[in-house]
């Protein structure tokens, strides 16, 4: 039976504690990492060539021009989540090589839409059929896409969601994290670590028990 969760962006939370949350599912997308091809999730997104006002940091790999466009940003966002080296996942773009052979159940979809909850930015829906992640919807306000750092930040966080991630509820260092400062617009050490926990290259060495947001602990 096919089913749907929804994962709003949000601003706000009633509590707080520590450490990177995954959903109790965790990673159920049909990868095999055993090669580069079907090591990929494929991200399909509108407007490649529109130019948006650029207001990323000096210190984003991405400044250092009035404009960009959003093919340029999705490509700096690909970049942050495959420099996980400790994770094997890797995200890739329409125009890849390997998108006509591996795409089937393996792809996100970003459209301009108004989410369905109470969101400053976007929502991410997953769809599951019998119990494995099949496909991932993203639905961001038409707003996300006239700053980069809101669409950066906005889509990182919501592929995040697509991927397995929840919130942290942690205060600092977090792109997930409900209480972000309005700095941490790319993938910070607390998302990085759930990106090797989920999609590990080596098992043996990525032994980490997710606490539901209080703590993360080795497993002997």
């Known amino acids: 039976m096919a089913s749907k969760k929804t994962f709003v962006f949000l601003g706000l939370a009633a509590f707080v504690s520590f ?6 599912s965790g990673n159920q997308w049909p990868l095999d990492k055993s090669t580069t091809a079907t090591s990929k999730i494929f991200v399909v997104y ?3 060539s529109r130019t948006i006002e650029n207001d990323l940091p000096s210190s984003d790999p991405s400044s250092g021009s009035t404009t960009t466009s959003i ?7 690909f970049n942050d989540y495959n420099s996980v080296s400790a994770s094997f996942l890797v995200l890739a773009g329409q125009s890849d090589t390997d998108f006509s052979a591996n795409s089937a159940q ?7 839409a108004d989410p369905n909850g109470a969101s400053s930015g976007g929502e991410a829906q997953q769809a599951r059929t019998g119990g494995q992640v099949t496909s991932c919807s993203i639905k961001l306000k038409a ?3 006239e700053k980069a750092k809101t669409f950066v930040t906005a889509v990182t966080h919501e592929i995040g969601h697509c991927l397995g991630l ?3 509820q942690e205060i600092t260092k977090s792109v997930m994290s409900y209480f972000q ?7 910070q050490t607390d998302d990085q670590m759930g990106m090797t926990y989920l999609y590990p290259v080596d098992s043996a060495k990525a032994k980490e028990t997710a606490t539901l947001g209080m703590s993360c602990s080795r497993t002997q």
């Not at 450490?19 to 109790?24: D, L, S």
């Not at 400062?181 to 993938?187: C, K, Q, V, Y």
């Open 71 to 77: 093919d340029n940003l999705m490509t700096s966002i």
């Open 143 to 145: 707003q996300v896409f």
């Open 19 to 24: 450490g990177f949350r995954v959903f109790p």
């Open 46 to 48: 509108p407007y490649g």
């Open 181 to 187: 400062s309005g700095d941490e617009i790319r993938l």
């Open 106 to 112: 393996r792809t996100i979809t970003i459209e301009e």
């Open 166 to 168: 929840d919130h942290p």
